[in-house]
């Protein structure tokens, strides 16, 4: 998967996405797209688990735990199909790289 930033963007969105995904949690936006489903779906209900997982405070633990999500390592993976699984963490990867490079800048 590829995702775009236009040379408009002057990183200002993806500055967003990395300071929501990255810091202390994984964006309440990105939950809301998530179909309600009363609960339904054991993959529905893990996938919005992890997207509104808080990552510790301590940056170390943070860093720590941020690799173990976009490895497919987590605990929180578990009832994500493999699909959708490897479909986010194609997003994760590509935000961390978004956060590498700007933390080179």
């Known amino acids: 998967m590829i995702l775009g930033v236009s040379p408009l963007d002057n990183l200002f969105e ?15 936006r990105l939950v809301r797209l998530v ?15 992890l997207l509104n997982y808080r ?16 490895e497919g390592r987590h605990e929180y993976w578990k009832d994500i199909p493999s699909e959708k699984k490897e479909l986010l963490r194609s997003f994760f990867i ?10 080179a800048v």
């Not at 179909?35 to 688990?49: E, F, L, Q």
């Not at 990552?55 to 941020?66: S, Y």
């Open 94 to 103: 590509f935000v961390s790289q978004i956060a590498q490079v700007l933390q």
């Open 55 to 70: 990552l510790p405070k301590d940056d170390t633990a943070a860093k720590i735990e941020w690799l173990d999500i976009v």
């Open 14 to 28: 993806t500055n967003i996405i990395i300071k929501n995904l990255t810091k202390q949690r994984f964006s309440g």
């Open 35 to 49: 179909p309600a489903n009363n609960g339904r779906d054991a993959g529905m209900k893990a996938i919005k688990r």
